[in-house]
């Protein structure tokens, strides 16, 4: 799957500048109407080290009303939390009602870099898709929105983007040696990676596989795609918002399926 991605698609800087402003202004909107009509979202990013999330998520949180997101960075489970059921931390962790929850990564580690590293055994690993899937279907049944994005860029733009950062005194500290690690097994991650979409790509917890060489076409194809899922989310409940000029941004931002089924009716 993702060695079919194509990683050359690029926006220009006057595209990039002309929508999303009008993008922000939607997903800030819709914010507000999942706050005022109890629709939780949460909201997990993925991905090779050095894809940007962390950038992304800055760039999106940033026109979003502070009270209603929390923002959680996963690292390893510490001390007490291993003496726990794995899913308890991410438990813990999940919004109340109207509220997001953003993921800098997120329980798919159990199957990511605890894999390929060793962290855990072959039994508890592969035992994990099934328990994410069974974590994700009852947050859905009880009536909340995931949305999962994995940032894929390749090996040689990774490295690329290592050497960049360590050049840099005020970046080379995110470059660790463990960084380099990861990426000489890139081969195995990216097994791991497509056996984690074969698992647990589901109807109520799809992945967006977003192309991360470009900055600019990252965050669009991004904004627009939280921005899609949370309209489907509250039209599903019935709920019927005012479409504004932000809506052109959104369908000619390249997304697949990004014109929504209610800005035809009422076109």
């Given at each position: 799957?993702?060695e079919k991605?194509?990683?050359?698609k690029?926006?220009?800087?006057d595209?990039?500048k002309?929508?999303?402003?009008?993008l922000?202004q939607?997903?800030?909107?819709?914010?507000?109407?999942?706050?005022d009509h109890?629709?939780?979202?949460?909201i997990v990013?993925?991905g090779?080290?050095?894809?940007g999330?962390g950038?992304?998520?800055?760039?999106l949180?940033?026109r979003?009303?502070?009270?209603?997101f929390?923002l959680?960075?996963?690292?390893?489970?510490?001390?007490?939390?291993?003496?726990?059921?794995?899913?308890?931390?991410?438990?813990?962790?999940?919004?109340?009602?109207g509220e997001m929850?953003?993921f800098?990564r997120?329980?798919?580690?159990r199957?990511?870099?605890?894999r390929?590293?060793?962290?855990?055994?072959?039994?508890?690993w592969?035992?994990?898709?099934?328990?994410?899937?069974?974590?994700?279907?009852?947050?859905?049944d009880?009536g909340?929105?995931?949305?999962?994005?994995?940032?894929h860029?390749?090996?040689?733009?990774?490295?690329?983007?290592?050497?960049?950062?360590?050049?840099?005194?005020?970046?080379?500290?995110?470059?660790?040696?463990?960084?380099?690690e990861?990426?000489?097994?890139?081969g195995?991650?990216l097994?791991?990676y497509e056996?984690?979409f074969?698992r647990?790509d589901?109807e109520?917890?799809?992945?967006?596989?977003?192309?991360?060489?470009?900055?600019?076409?990252?965050?669009m194809?991004?904004?627009?795609?939280?921005v899609?899922?949370?309209?489907?989310?509250l039209e599903?409940r019935?709920?019927?918002?005012?479409?504004g000029k932000?809506?052109?941004a959104?369908?000619?931002?390249?997304?697949?399926?990004t014109?929504?089924?209610?800005s035809?009716?009422?076109s």
């Amino acid at each position: 799957m993702l060695e079919k991605v194509d990683l050359g698609k690029r926006l220009t800087k006057d595209e990039y500048k002309s929508r999303i402003p009008l993008l922000r202004q939607r997903l800030y909107d819709l914010q507000k109407a999942c706050w005022d009509h109890q629709l939780t979202s949460v909201i997990v990013f993925e991905g090779w080290d050095a894809a940007g999330k962390g950038s992304v998520i800055n760039a999106l949180t940033r026109r979003l009303d502070p009270r209603g997101f929390t923002l959680h960075a996963i690292q390893a489970a510490r001390t007490y939390e291993t003496s726990m059921p794995w899913l308890w931390r991410f438990w813990l962790r999940i919004p109340g009602e109207g509220e997001m929850a953003i993921f800098d990564r997120s329980w798919y580690g159990r199957v990511g870099v605890e894999r390929v590293q060793h962290l855990t055994a072959k039994k508890a690993w592969r035992k994990a898709y099934r328990d994410i899937r069974e974590f994700e279907r009852m947050l859905t049944d009880d009536g909340q929105l995931i949305i999962k994005f994995f940032l894929h860029i390749s090996k040689e733009e990774q490295e690329k983007r290592f050497r960049r950062m360590e050049k840099d005194p005020l970046q080379s500290f995110h470059v660790q040696p463990e960084d380099w690690e990861h990426h000489r097994k890139y081969g195995e991650y990216l097994q791991a990676y497509e056996e984690m979409f074969e698992r647990t790509d589901s109807e109520w917890g799809p992945w967006t596989i977003i192309e991360a060489t470009d900055r600019r076409w990252t965050r669009m194809r991004i904004f627009s795609k939280v921005v899609e899922r949370l309209q489907e989310g509250l039209e599903v409940r019935g709920l019927e918002l005012p479409l504004g000029k932000e809506e052109s941004a959104l369908e000619s931002s390249g997304g697949k399926g990004t014109k929504s089924k209610r800005s035809k009716d009422l076109s």
